[in-house]
């Protein structure tokens, strides 16, 4: 019944989109249409959300095709979500818009059709090539002087607003999809200044920065801190991260040397955050990141609470407070020496046993993985996995496998790769173990001894740190 549900809205959306090109839209639609169709699908289902944590679930039909149908709609940018990734549509009344993207390559695949597209298109082509050019200012353009580099960027921020201006001239946009496009890649710019700035000068030669061009900060001038209407934009986002941090250094270390996860820095940026931001849900997005860092990279369970304290007296979000204090009691549970919680794993015949049954060697060593990743990504991490056990004969590594869907697809790739099935397992329930586990980074590895004590529960599977971990432990 649901499948042809879908079907004739798909129908329908088709019609639309024929009658609109034939119209040039002359009535606008009062209901708003976003479909489409996933490529080797991670999960049975997407999210679209307008703002962080309030969104509506859509589920894929049995060919992998989705229709939602808006008969009221606050128009702006919305995130998708298909785990693990997300990206940006631009839906405004009256709109019909398919999607179309692989999963193994999400952002390189995604293209947009229907009435809605062009904006769309336009969209995830700046965000692709904000990505290229991003990787060539390590490579190159960070080594130019600031005068050189200022104007480096001002050409390609040139060329970027000619082809926004063509593209302008061309299509029929809203002031609304015009201020989006636009801010889709100016932000981005902005970025690369503060982020120049910092690698520049960080936080000890702040008395060089009268070597920078008197304009090198103008475009300050232009940014609205409070701009709701952007506060999906990976650039603008990026952009506040990327100034509150240089912001914060430089205000509070007066060109001092200290740690970025210092308690005094991290208390200074939430100030600064709660003193210039008044836009709740920006400013709440903001305090919970800058929180979220804090404690996942703080080692220290006083500061931690500091933070957190902090934090609760500065937000009012209910969900971010209780996401925070469920973080920071995980985070104090995976200490060194405490012992590593309880988990229900899953082994290739679908038996359940505890985690903790698998510490028989000295040092065991749990990686992380997921289908949801690129298939080399997993691959590399199995090899080097295998390559550190055998250097280090002392320590055992398990595979873990965190994907909440496809169980039967995770027993068919162990055995089609030939991995050892008793080094491979799954969670029970992949949500909790992750939350409990803090499974937040891709290599992640936690080491644990035989008594069950916690080694270190945030190394990482390709560090140098890792290696001398393992060979300390062996030593011993």
């Known amino acids: 019944m649901l499948t042809l549900k879908i079907r004739f809205y798909i129908c329908i959306l088709f019609s639309l989109i024929l009658y609109s090109c034939g119209t040039e839209k002359e009535e606008i639609r009062e209901s708003t249409y976003f479909g489409g169709e996933i490529v080797n699908p991670n999960s049975h289902y997407i999210i679209l959300y307008r703002e962080y944590g309030k969104g509506d679930t859509i589920y894929l ?30 839906l405004e009344k009256g709109d019909s818009t398919l999607i179309r993207l692989n999963t193994l390559e999400f952002d390189e695949s995604l293209v947009f059709t229907g009435d809605g597209a062009k904006k769309n298109n336009f969209l995830i082509d700046m965000f692709l090539q904000n990505e290229k050019e991003r990787k060539n200012l390590n490579r190159y353009y960070f080594n130019f002087s600031p005068e050189d580099f200022r104007k480096k960027q001002q050409y390609l921020l040139k060329e970027r607003l000619n ?8 299509n029929t946009l809203s002031d609304l999809a015009k201020k989006i496009t636009k801010a889709s890649f100016t932000y981005d710019f902005y970025s690369r200044y503060e982020i ?18 008197k304009d090198f900060f103008n475009y300050q001038k232009e940014v609205d801190f409070n701009d709701l209407v952007l506060s ?17 250094y430089t205000k509070y270390t007066k060109g001092g040397l200290i740690n970025r996860n210092s308690l005094g820095i991290t208390k200074y940026e939430i100030n600064l955050v709660d003193s210039l931001i008044d836009q709740p849900y920006i400013k709440d997005n903001l305090l919970r ?36 204090k469920k973080l920071a009691k995980a985070a104090y549970r995976l200490r060194p020496r405490s012992s590593i919680p309880e988990q229900d794993l899953l082994t290739h015949k679908g038996e359940i046993i505890p985690l903790t049954s698998l510490l028989k060697k000295p040092v065991t060593v749990f990686y992380f993985w997921s289908l949801q990743e690129h298939r080399d990504l997993y691959l590399k991490a199995h090899k080097k996995a295998a390559a550190l056990e055998k250097q280090f004969p002392h320590t055992e590594f398990i595979g873990i496998n965190i994907d909440e869907e496809y169980n039967s697809n995770w027993r068919r790739t162990i055995q089609r790769n030939q991995y050892d ?23 992640q590895v936690i080491l644990v001894d035989q008594d069950g004590k916690i080694i270190n529960a945030r190394s990482n599977l390709f560090s140098t740190q890792l290696k001398e971990e393992l060979k300390q432990q062996g030593n011993l």
């Open 163 to 170: 082809k926004h201006d063509q593209f302008a001239a061309k």
């Open 61 to 90: 039909d049995k060919n992998n095709r989705f229709l939602y149908k808006m008969d009221s709609l606050q128009e702006g940018a919305y995130l998708f979500y298909h785990s693990p990734e997300n990206q940006i549509v631009l």
């Open 196 to 213: 120049y700035f910092y690698k520049h000068y960080g936080i000890t030669n702040l008395d060089s920065i009268t070597d920078l061009p």
């Open 421 to 443: 099935l008793n080094k491979e397992f799954a969670f029970r329930f992949p949500k909790c173990s992750s939350e409990d586990l803090i499974i937040y980074y891709r290599n």
């Open 289 to 324: 990141a800058i929180t979220k860092r804090f404690i996942l990279n703080s080692e220290d369970d006083i500061a931690s609470n500091k933070v957190l304290k902090y934090f609760l007296s500065k937000s009012n979000n209910k969900n971010n407070q209780r996401e925070l």
């Open 232 to 248: 999906n934009l990976y650039s603008y986002n990026r952009f506040l991260s990327n100034y509150l941090t240089n912001a914060a």
